[in-house]
């Protein structure tokens, strides 16, 4: 139960870093949006913000990876969409108001600490899905990944500035048809 | 004189944004960094931090604009290499610890005409750089346009979380391979 609402109060962050931003995501926004009383602030997160920011981090970056391993054995135009379709889907329930709550981090912090967490989230991502896309036998996986996750993240935000998914599409379009060259050249 | 004021601010509240934040980047520390006076603020800046903050996005977004100005007749290789070649500056100068202002404002800000703002920089780069490629001679030049500066954005994110320049480094060679396949094709 008690572990119930530390769970709600680090989902509740995730969403409110991919919204907002690091600065405005508080700890009463975070009470609100989930209903978590107020004395679990610092029974849960006793270093106070930046743990519960940190946490949110490790979420984020845990939930795309939990993602990605269930695509084990997927052809790499598959794995592709996949990874795509994470952030398309957070564009459409969003309206286009929301995005990446470890970039939000990345570019408002000036924690060492969390950034490093931020750092770690974008490694493992393109560890997995290097190697993904390479037993899909993509040639050059590594950097054809990094480019996957460095597009994906720019092109949401591009359609949050924008307010529409076309930039969004239009780069997942590209993105898709090199693989499909790629893998059938 | 004045005029030289207003511009100080304005270039201050671009590198702010673009190191920290939307939040963290307030008039008293775009004061300190440029040595404008106090009475500046309302003069310059009536409408207040909105103010200042649109005129830095405005700002960023005329600066990269410039540069691309500048290679009407290149190659699609050398204006990649040269838009990729403005954020790989800002990185090494700061050693991975700045990024794009406009970003930070898009992933930061509540206010709709901010938002709008930041859109309408990534909506002119991509008809500059649409254009450009488009001239010399590079198939779907539109995609790969937005393609190209949704990568570099998120290439520049990964670098600073990574404090290493590595993963923006493979994003250009991977855009840059695919230019010079697609117009030697």
Known sequence: ????????????????????????????????????????????????????????????????????????????????EAFLGLWRLLLERSGNTTGCAVLAVTVATRDDDLLARAGEVFRAWRTRLTALLDEGGLPGAEAFATTLIAATEGAVVLARAERSTAPFDAVAEYLLSQVRVATHA
């Open 1 to 80: 139960m008690a572990e119930g609402v530390r769970d709600r109060m680090i989902a509740g962050a995730v969403r409110l870093l991919a919204q907002q931003g690091l600065q405005a995501t508080s700890f009463a926004e975070v009470l609100q949006l989930t209903g978590a009383p107020r004395g679990s602030i610092y029974h849960h997160f006793p270093g106070g913000k930046d743990q519960l920011v940190a946490a949110a981090v490790e979420a984020a970056g845990r939930h795309a990876l939990t993602v990605l391993d269930g695509l084990a054995g997927e052809s790499p135009e598959r794995v592709t």
